[in-house]
């Protein structure tokens, strides 16, 4: 039995396992490369295997970087059956479709505006290409161990990092196989706590903040600060979030700040038709939060959707105060992004950067200081305030790994760290090793290790 690591295995991007088991093969995540250039030139590289060749897909959750492939496999042979959690089908829906027609909007642009030296410049995939991809999907309960193809079977259990985020378990050859997917946080503002998983003969465990803690300091107060800092001085509040959970942690702070009176009255925005809908898709899975039904009602309801392309150009027109939340979340395309043209060179509007920033996204190039972006072929010189919350992050830190690993009863044979920076990941190697005592592997691009 052989396991190939096809992504996130020198970054947090383009998650991909493909096991062999000799008769089958399954691939668990299917996601896209971002980043720097390199890595999402990635993308367009033909698979080391034949999709025709895999007979099965598992998804431990819908982020486009554990989903985002699927239309490509699709269109390039694979024939099998994608399984996951139902909130994972139900963002898939809107997640993979966003995906190709930011791809198409994207490359309708640069054709209209001439900058790119494809001729002309095409999308990595369509529209149809998402439609045949979601005709494949079939979703699961939590805890319910189902067949995957003969021989293998799988069970998922909550991740906590998104609405239905899973810890997926395959059972093979009588040995288990773990992958962590992104594990969430175990005091998060919205997500209860991932669940502890007790076997596992092989592991691969994500380590984004491998090499950190978030801070002890309270968002709420931090974003009332900002909120409150930024409209004192008559500017606008500009903050890339992911659609889909980081979205929704923000408008519950904000609900949260707006009723305690801590900060001004302005128009809030959602420029986001996907976040729009995953709103209304996490409210349809309480169980999986720890804010009630009238808290997450009263969050999804606090601001004004922005359903048009024109609304969306006359908020930039608007130099009025207001916070704007747009996709993406680390500033690599959608609405946002023009959003950061328009208010970047104001020096009394503030970008908010709330989550993990891959290494050569804009949101990264924004955190480490520099004050000049690309924007659609522009240099753009921001002189707004950049601020970064990391403690809203949905992702475990350090600690909460160590944590989450500490609740294995036994040692699994090996121990695979993915799904991180360089860094990142190694720092978590060590940590294991030392705390732990456990075999510990980074696998490599596109090697394939032999799981005995």
Known sequence: MRLQCLGATDTVTGSKYVLDTGHHRVMVDCGLFQGYKTLRLRNWD?????????????????HIDHSGYLPLLVRNGFRGRVSCTTGTAQLCGILLHDSAHLAEEDAAYVNHKGFSRHRPAMPLYTSADAERALRRLQPIQYG?????????????????HIIGSAIVTLFVQGKRIVFSGDLGRQQDLVMRAPETVRQADYLLVESTYGNRRHPDTNPLNL????????????????IPAFAVGRTQSLLHCLHRLRELQRIPDVPIYVNSPMAIDATTIISLHPEELRID??????????ATPV?????????????SPKIILAGSGMATGGRVVHHLAAYGPDPRSTILLSGFQAAGTRGATLASGRRDIRVHGKDIVVRASVEQIENLSAHADAAELMTWLGGFCEAPRRT???HGEPQASDALRQRIERDLHWAVTMPEYRQTYQLD
């Open 416 to 418: 695979f760290v993915v």
């Open 46 to 62: 033909p698979l080391p295997l034949e999709p025709a060749s895999i007979d099965a897909v598992v998804l431990t959750h819908a």
């Open 223 to 238: 974003l009332g600060e900002i909120v409150s800092r930024t409209i004192g001085r008559g500017g606008s509040l500009i």
């Open 307 to 319: 359903q048009s392309m024109e609304h969306s150009i006359r908020l930039n027109q608007d130099h």
């Open 293 to 302: 039904r009238t808290e997450c009602a009263a969050a999804c309801s606090l």
């Open 144 to 160: 319910k161990r189902f067949t995957v193809v003969p021989g293998v079977e799988a069970e998922f259990c909550r991740a906590g």
